[in-house]
C-alpha cells in the first residue's frame, strides 16, 4: 500500500485547522500546529510533503517561521501554501513570495474546495 503524503496544517485559530484537517484526512496524512515553532518541529520529526500556514501567529509567525526554513536544507525544500486572513497590500505579498518555497498565497475566505485544489496543484 502507497504511503500517503504527510501535511502539515499550522494556524492558531483552531476552528480553521479543525475545517482544514478534515478536508484533508480523507486523502492525506495530517499534523496540526498552532505557530511556527510547532510547525518547524512537525516538519523536522517525519517527512513533510506540504505546509499549509497562515502569517499571523503567536511565538513564530509565518514570516518568521519561512525564514528559519530556508536555514534548514531539511525544510527549506517542502512546498508552502499560506492561507491567511491577513489582507495582504502589494508590500506584504512580495514579502511572503520572495520564499521559493511559497507556492501560493490563499485569502482564507477563499473557501475550502479552492484551498484543496491549491493543495493538489502544490504537490
Request: contains cysteine; aromatic residues 4%.
Amino acid at each position: 500500500m502507497e504511503e500517503r503524503q504527510r501535511i502539515v496544517v499550522l494556524d492558531d485559530n483552531e476552528v480553521f485547522a479543525a475545517l482544514i484537517t478534515a478536508a484533508l484526512e480523507p486523502d492525506y496524512n495530517v499534523a496540526v500546529g498552532l505557530n511556527g515553532l510547532q510547525g518547524i518541529t512537525l516538519c523536522l520529526e517525519s517527512h513533510t510533503d506540504l505546509v499549509l500556514t497562515d502569517i499571523g501567529m503567536p511565538d513564530l509567525d509565518g514570516i518568521q517561521m519561512l525564514k528559519e526554513f530556508q536555514k534548514n536544507p531539511r525544510l527549506s525544500g517542502i512546498p508552502v501554501i499560506v492561507v491567511t486572513a491577513t489582507h495582504f497590500n502589494t508590500r506584504n505579498r512580495a514579502d511572503v513570495n520572495r520564499y521559493p518555497q511559497v507556492r501560493s498565497i490563499i485569502s482564507k475566505t477563499s473557501g475550502i474546495d479552492f484551498i484543496m485544489l491549491e493543495v493538489r496543484k502544490a504537490l
